[in-house]
């Protein structure tokens, strides 16, 4: 597999490009609009059992939305890490959030950086291949899978383009899955207990590991 630091350039650009152009909303991490970052929050949120104060990892936290949307949330008491390969991504989450004292942002390298948390959530960080090679791809969403799976106490939760996406729509540089093939993979590799959720309209499915 090709240097992490190597990735990270290849992907730089496009993220910088839409964080530029769009500043920090979520056009500018890369997602068509508002609505459809809330309908994927709503599914990934649901990995969370709020029954007392919790921890949670946010693996390419981008300019912190997710945290945004957990801190909208009455009565939920938590301690947020956001973690990112981009420092532009952090520097804008930083900047967007200084007061706030439950929230913390990290830069890494690799999942493997993670500090251990109750839940770790990911959204988006396994659509956009860019120029990498198929299954130099599949080497690194497996890698991180696994690194989530070990830093996660209580669960974790990931979002993914679906191969069932309409053909006219679907472009060279996405990745699409097979949401039957990682359904599999995580109920045989991490827990007995996992959702497959595909009925919220949007091109993607999300995957919940509850253990």
Not at 106 to 130: M, W
Not at 174 to 190: I, N
């Amino acid at each position: 597999m090709r240097q992490v630091k190597e990735i990270e350039t290849d992907l730089k650009n496009y993220y910088d490009l839409h964080l530029e152009s769009h500043g920090p909303c979520a056009m500018g991490v890369g997602w068509k609009n508002e609505a459809a970052q809330q309908i994927r929050f709503d599914q990934l949120a649901k990995i969370i059992e709020p029954k007392s104060d919790f921890t949670i990892n946010d693996l390419g936290c981008g300019v912190g939305d997710f945290y945004h949307y957990l801190s909208a949330k009455q009565k939920l008491h938590f301690q947020y890490y956001g973690y990112d390969i981009l420092e532009s991504m952090l520097s804008v989450a930083k900047a967007r959030f200084t007061a706030s004292e439950n929230a913390h942002w990290i830069k890494i390298d690799n999942a493997n950086e993670l500090l251990a948390a109750d839940y770790t959530i990911a959204s988006g960080i396994f659509n956009l291949k860019y120029t990498i090679g198929l299954s130099e791809w599949m080497d690194y969403i497996l890698d991180t899978l696994n690194q989530m799976n070990e830093k996660s106490k209580l669960g974790f939760a990931f979002n993914m383009l679906t191969t069932y996406s309409d053909k006219e729509f679907m472009k060279e540089e996405l990745y699409y899955s097979d949401p039957l093939f990682f359904f599999d993979l995580c109920k045989r590799s991490f827990s007995k207990n996992v959702a497959l959720l595909h009925d919220y309209r949007e091109y993607d499915f999300t995957i919940l590991v509850r253990k």
